[in-house]
């Protein structure tokens, strides 16, 4: 009996022992399978998401821009996460303000010049003094960069080809959205002190009779005391003046103030809260903003040939742009002024600019007269190479603290009212130390405004 009962209990713990093994294998085969399943899913996970990408990268491939493609009634809209370029970062600030500015604004028809781009889907708001010629020569080369294969950055545009755009825009003022929502839309802007100066420079400092005749007439006789006199043809608009003619023309409302084109504010001639910009570039970082457009718009030769010559483009393109016009024009200007102080105020305009160094003209009054446009241009060319890039961009920013530490401070504070809202929304300082906090009797005098020889 007790050796039956010993041989079942020695049956029972091996039963039990097999049954135990058997649920031991059993899991070890569950997780085995689970694992195998597990695996199955990431690699069908992964097979999945590598057809995804595949898809999204065709798609992002034919999209210029990098982002959703213009919406058709079939198109599917896919969001591809990107870092944003420093212009489209500030559009998107910008943007973030307009809701309360847009509320501000009476409602009426707005209408105003804007260059568009069906193919590339492209929408871009001019503005004087803000390299709108250089733009107005970039559309011209969209229009054969892929017939033509010679032509590689806007430099290689004609002048005589780059005429100002005739489509005109019109937008309800104060409310968001027109016709060219699903266009990518792109402007710049300027520091507002610097570029007033260069408007100033550049149509009223510089030998053009047109805007002698016309702007500064209007503005010397309604700002210049009565008892004091003008020179023949009105050449001898003051900057002073012409910013207090500034302060006077934009205390019209709702930003729609000026006294032309080159000093009407940003927000109020482009109107990027209506048209909700999705670029805003800064003239002072010109060059890295651009090439942002380039890239996107896959714009190689171009992005190739400004990375290797742009400044030397840039340059070249200001000089003739500075000289050529004033020679065409000779005879009506030397009704004006005499040849020899045209020519002055060329070499100044180039030496504010930074085109050029602090050399003075080389030139008599005879020399003068008998300097051919091509003579000149060399005379200029060699007079730039004595002087570095590095020190010609410092002279630009000491000739913008001489030239304003001449105007009365009650005018700049005027000045900065005005330019408010282009102040705010676009990121710059209202009161720059170089112009408001500096004690002007620091500042080592130039002359840049001076016609005189020293």
Same mark, same amino acid.
């Not at 040849?339 to 003209?361: C, P």
């Given at each position: @009996?007790? &050796?039956?009962?010993?041989?079942?209990?020695?049956?029972?713990?091996?039963?039990?022992?097999?049954?135990?093994?058997?649920?031991?294998?059993?899991?070890?085969?569950?997780?085995?399978?689970?694992?195998?399943?597990?695996?199955?899913?990431?690699? /069908?996970?992964?097979?999945?998401?590598?057809?995804?990408? $595949?898809?999204?990268? @065709?798609?992002?491939?034919?999209?210029?821009?990098?982002?959703?493609? &213009?919406? /058709?009634?079939?198109? &599917?809209?896919?969001? /591809?996460?990107?870092? @944003?370029?420093?212009?489209?970062?500030?559009?998107?600030?910008?943007?973030?303000?307009?809701?309360?500015?847009?509320?501000?604004?009476?409602?009426?028809?707005?209408? =105003?010049?804007?260059?568009?781009?069906? #193919?590339?889907?492209?929408?871009?708001?001019?503005?004087?003094?803000?390299?709108?010629?250089?733009?107005?020569?970039?559309?011209?080369?969209?229009?054969?960069?892929?017939?033509?294969?010679?032509?590689?950055?806007?430099?290689?545009?004609?002048?005589?080809?780059?005429?100002? $755009?005739?489509?005109?825009?019109?937008?309800?003022?104060?409310?968001?959205?027109?016709?060219?929502?699903?266009?990518?839309?792109?402007?710049? &802007?300027?520091?507002?002190?610097?570029?007033?100066?260069?408007?100033?420079?550049?149509?009223?400092?510089?030998?053009?009779?047109?805007?002698?005749? %016309?702007?500064?007439?209007?503005?010397? $006789?309604?700002?210049?005391?009565?008892?004091?006199? #003008?020179?023949?043809?009105?050449?001898?608009?003051?900057?002073?003046? =012409? *910013?207090?003619?500034?302060? $006077?023309?934009?205390?019209?409302?709702?930003?729609?103030? @000026? /006294? +032309?084109?080159?000093?009407?504010?940003?927000?109020? =001639?482009?109107?990027?809260? !209506?048209?909700?910009? %999705?670029?805003?570039?800064?003239?002072?970082?010109?060059?890295?903003?651009?090439?942002?457009?380039?890239?996107?718009?896959?714009?190689?030769?171009?992005?190739?040939?400004?990375?290797?010559?742009?400044?030397?483009?840039?340059?070249?393109?200001?000089?003739?742009?500075?000289?050529?016009?004033?020679?065409?024009?000779?005879?009506?200007?030397?009704?004006?002024?005499?040849?020899?102080?045209?020519?002055?105020? *060329?070499?100044?305009?180039?030496?504010?600019?930074?085109? *050029?160094?602090?050399?003075?003209?080389?030139?008599?009054? !005879?020399?003068?007269?008998?300097?051919?446009?091509?003579?000149?241009?060399?005379?200029?060319?060699?007079?730039?190479?004595?002087?570095?890039?590095?020190?010609?961009?410092?002279?630009?920013?000491?000739?913008?603290?001489?030239?304003?530490?001449?105007?009365?401070?009650?005018?700049?504070?005027?000045?900065?009212?005005? =330019?408010?809202?282009?102040?705010?929304?676009?990121?710059? !300082?209202?009161?720059?130390?170089?112009?408001?906090?500096?004690?002007?009797?620091?500042?080592?005098?130039?002359?840049?405004? +001076?016609?005189?020889?020293?």
């Amino acid at each position: @009996m007790k &050796v039956l009962l010993r041989k079942k209990g020695l049956l029972l713990v091996i039963g039990s022992s097999l049954v135990f093994w058997m649920l031991l294998q059993t899991g070890i085969n569950f997780e085995e399978s689970m694992a195998d399943k597990k695996q199955d899913i990431v690699l /069908t996970a992964q097979k999945k998401m590598k057809k995804s990408n $595949t898809k999204l990268n @065709m798609e992002n491939n034919d999209n210029k821009w990098n982002k959703q493609a &213009v919406p /058709t009634a079939h198109s &599917v809209k896919v969001k /591809t996460p990107f870092k @944003m370029s420093p212009p489209a970062q500030l559009a998107e600030r910008v943007r973030s303000k307009c809701t309360a500015y847009l509320r501000s604004l009476p409602k009426k028809p707005i209408v =105003y010049p804007i260059t568009t781009n069906a #193919h590339y889907n492209l929408l871009f708001c001019p503005m004087c003094k803000l390299a709108s010629t250089y733009w107005t020569k970039f559309f011209k080369m969209l229009e054969v960069y892929k017939e033509n294969s010679s032509i590689h950055s806007p430099y290689d545009i004609p002048i005589s080809i780059a005429k100002p $755009t005739k489509e005109r825009l019109q937008i309800i003022q104060g409310t968001s959205g027109t016709r060219y929502d699903s266009y990518y839309k792109f402007m710049f &802007v300027r520091d507002p002190y610097a570029r007033i100066l260069s408007a100033y420079v550049d149509k009223l400092f510089a030998p053009n009779p047109t805007f002698w005749k %016309d702007l500064c007439r209007k503005i010397i $006789t309604s700002v210049r005391d009565r008892s004091k006199p #003008h020179a023949k043809c009105w050449s001898d608009l003051s900057f002073e003046e =012409y *910013i207090r003619a500034i302060v $006077t023309a934009h205390r019209r409302p709702a930003e729609s103030g @000026m /006294t +032309d084109c080159h000093d009407a504010s940003f927000i109020g =001639y482009c109107h990027p809260c !209506e048209l909700k910009m %999705d670029f805003i570039g800064k003239m002072e970082t010109f060059s890295s903003d651009s090439n942002f457009l380039y890239q996107k718009l896959n714009l190689s030769r171009t992005l190739d040939t400004l990375g290797r010559q742009g400044k030397q483009l840039a340059d070249e393109d200001a000089l003739l742009d500075t000289v050529i016009s004033p020679f065409k024009w000779k005879n009506d200007i030397k009704k004006c002024i005499p040849w020899h102080e045209a020519l002055q105020r *060329i070499w100044r305009k180039l030496q504010i600019r930074g085109v *050029i160094g602090k050399e003075q003209l080389p030139l008599t009054a !005879e020399q003068a007269e008998k300097i051919s446009q091509q003579e000149f241009i060399d005379l200029i060319k060699k007079t730039q190479e004595n002087t570095s890039y590095s020190e010609r961009k410092q002279q630009r920013t000491e000739a913008l603290i001489e030239i304003y530490s001449h105007v009365k401070m009650e005018y700049l504070h005027q000045l900065k009212v005005s =330019y408010k809202n282009d102040f705010d929304f676009f990121e710059y !300082e209202d009161s720059p130390a170089s112009i408001f906090n500096i004690n002007r009797k620091d500042i080592q005098y130039y002359g840049y405004l +001076d016609l005189g020889q020293k």
